[in-house]
């Protein structure tokens, strides 16, 4: 299911090239092959993908825009797992043979990508489990692999409903095979899947069969009636069995332990800092962005405590049916400052297309940027999801979900999602000739990067140039990205201490509310992602790394440092984790912290 590729797939940014083929194309054009064992690597790394992990991975290689199985599911029975677990290490101990010493620098980081993206792997089927102990990964997974079929029209409505026909029937088998494999889950784990289940027999049941209204062939419309309608059947059952039966049992423990804590930062973000240190980073970051909060806070009014502006700033928010087009509106203001200021290359001026969060995202997502894979080559569309309120919710409900998206947040997202965050950074892969790198990166790259671009278009004047004769406004404006950097500084804090049992559920909330600046709604619904998302720390954990890699490249160019070429030879790295980026544009080997 998607999950299963979320190590390899963390962002998927690239472009669409007509053939899955690595010995055709050269490592970088900024890095052209030198070494005597970088095209052995390269067609190496094309055997994983073609003869591994697409075929295991169905879901992601539509993702990605390979469609050649786009009518296949997962087989995450457990003779499947236990497959996928043997090849896994046997492409480990073929990459690990690749001698470094015989790769040219940039391919020599893509065997460290190959083996850490493996053994990531490994670590998520063998020690973390989620196949085992979490029900969610069965029932959004197969909503979530609809909806790859869905989200784009990569060829025409009868030949992806035919596909998804396919799928649906291998889905019942997925719903089974949850059955069977799911040992003692954690509470908090089936209680979200049950919370999610309602929507997702929603999704089967209206935005499905809406997004194929087009087909008329009568014979493929009762296949899919037929099929759709056996797994909104097996959903229903699937809820029932979890209330009846998984529920009164589960019992079992979410944290992962300190010890599959590190090795997951080391696989994925390749950071091996210890945790303790890490800890003591991001309190050190988390009391300045307070102290500062509470310096702009006083400025806006010193008769008030920075809660009592804080919640005045919530209250300020646009009516939830008007909230994608205060997102839309938002691009033209944000690329004039990125242009005028010469912040970055925009290589595109198509823009993403602003629509509510798909139904299986929206109980642990507030916003979030979809982008088309990198082997795409028809529907090339990216999506920015926001997640609206619910019409059945109470207005106090309600008021605490908006509370995060007021005007000056709105701002703030838009910048980490769209310009120049996510998306930009998605336009810029376009330019790699790195068929590895078009696949596998980290988070701390992505999310880092767009959470950088919320500070840094602030340090660059962006409040001023949006709000010139409105001073509060301006105060408004970084107060909100400040109250962001506060909930990525606590998810730090909170990821670790849950999963290494310094801190229970309820402390986690608290924690978000108390040093975080969030509602206890926020907080709750933050806590239950960190839950299942240990090293949501990524944001201000790649915010930091990119500070330091800025600050070291400005002290070694001095006077002829220039943001616009920082940020576009960034880019040129594609989202590797730091310390290769630093590794290209540094040559150094010291840690990115």
Known sequence: MPKLSRTLLCAALSLALPTFAFAQTAPSATAPVQGKGDEA??????????QFYFPSNPTAATSAGVHRYDGQLEDVSRKGIDAQVRQLRAWEARFAAVKPGDLSQQVAGDRELLLNSVRGTLLTLTTIKPWEKNPDFYSSGVAGSAFTLMARKFAAPEER??????RERHMLDTLAAARVNLVNPPRIYTEIALEQLPGLVDFFRNDVPAAFADVKDADLRREFDASNGAVIKALGDYQNWMKTDLLPRSKGDFRIGADAY?????YDEMVDTPLDRLLAIDMENMRANQAEFAKVAKELDPTKTPAQVLAELAADHPPGDKLLDTFRASFDKLIGFIEAKGIITIPSKVRPIVEETPPFMRATTFASMDTPGPFESVAKEAYFNVTLPEASWDKQRTDEFMAQFSYPVISSVAVHEAYPGHYVQFLWMHNLNDPVRKLIGCSSNAEGWAHYSEQMMLDEGFAQALYPDDPRQQKLLKLGQLQDALLRNARFVVG???????MTFDEAVDFFVREGYQSRGVGTIETKRGTSDPT??????????????RADVQKKQGASFDLHRFHDDFMRQGFAPI?????????DDSSPL
């Open 536 to 549: 949501y720390l990524y944001y201000t954990l790649g915010k930091l790394e990119i500070l330091k890699l």
């Open 161 to 166: 409903i035919r596909a998804l026909i396919s």
């Open 262 to 266: 590190r090795k997951k930062l080391a």
């Open 496 to 502: 670790i201490k849950l999963h290494t049992g310094q």
């Open 41 to 50: 690597l390269m067609s190496l790394a094309e055997g994983y993908f073609n």
């Open 579 to 587: 310390k290769l980026v630093r590794k290209a544009m540094l040559q």
